[in-house]
T-cell receptor
Framework: GAVVSQHPSRVICKSGTSVKIECRSLDFQATTMFWYRQFPKKSLMLMATSNEGSKATYEQGVEKDKFLINHASLTLSTLTVTSAHPEDSSFYICSARRGEGQETQYFGPGTRLLVL | GQNIDQPTEMTATEGAIVQINCTYQ??????LFWYQQHAGEAPTFLSYNVLDGLEEKGRFSSFLSRSKGYSYLLLKELQMKDSASYLCAVMDSNYQLIWGAGTKLIIKP
């Protein structure tokens, strides 16, 4: 199977601090990774798409200076929430796709962020 | 271990009814989600079941049996636009999402 992990699974931080969330594809190489935010009504909002070795593509309305995404290797992408604010409290989910032409996305278990 | 099983692919005819099954084994249960995902797009939320029974929402219905670790998504009056992947996901006792691999639904005229 294709396994995607996220770390940490949950994090609590103070306002103004930065939090880094890691997304790893454990048994396959992911040329593309996606970052989503799950809202209370369960909908998933795509935040950005990251391709290994290039800059992430952010969706409209997502602040790229606030949500820093790095896809440094074919198995790791990181999302850093900078100057965290209570409004950033949410469930962040990543997914990974093997390569071009591969439709299937494999989803991670999510990271619950609470900003106090 | 934790796992979610759903069929890899299903084919149905326009106007017909199709049922996509999902069975799960997880450490704890805090709800089951169904999402629809068209190729190249983000998943769209369809349903969330946390209690046993059937939840109907237009042409789509979702059923849950916690004792059996089983859910299904029922799609009625199929339309060509329903061709997509359908993802089943369970939230476990740690509020982590365990995802199925998705069922690719092909609708034929």
């Amino acid at each position: 199977g294709a396994v995607v992990s996220q770390h940490p699974s949950r994090v609590i931080c103070k306002s103004g601090t930065s939090v880094k969330i890691e997304c790893r594809s454990l048994d396959f190489q992911a040329t593309t990774m996606f970052w989503y935010r799950q809202f209370p009504k369960k909908s998933l909002m795509l935040m950005a798409t990251s391709n290994e070795g290039s800059k992430a593509t952010y969706e409209q309305g997502v602040e790229k200076d606030k949500f820093l995404i790095n896809h440094a290797s074919l198995t790791l992408s990181t999302l850093t929430v900078t100057s965290a604010h209570p409004e950033d409290s949410s469930f962040y989910i990543c997914s990974a796709r093997r390569g071009e032409g591969q439709e299937t996305q494999y989803f991670g278990p999510g990271t619950r962020l609470l900003v106090l | 271990g934790q796992n979610i099983d759903q069929p890899t692919e299903m084919t149905a005819t326009e106007g017909a009814i199709v049922q996509i099954n999902c069975t799960y084994q997880t450490s704890g249960f805090n709800g089951l989600f169904w999402y629809q995902q068209h190729a190249g797009e983000a998943p769209t939320f369809l349903s969330y079941n946390v209690l046993d029974g059937l939840e109907e929402k237009g042409r789509f219905s979702s059923f849950l049996s916690r004792s059996k670790g089983y859910s299904y998504l029922l799609l009625k009056e199929l339309q060509m636009k329903d061709s997509a992947s359908y993802l089943c996901a369970v939230m476990d006792s740690n509020y982590q999402l365990i995802w199925g691999a998705g069922t690719k639904l092909i609708i034929k005229p």
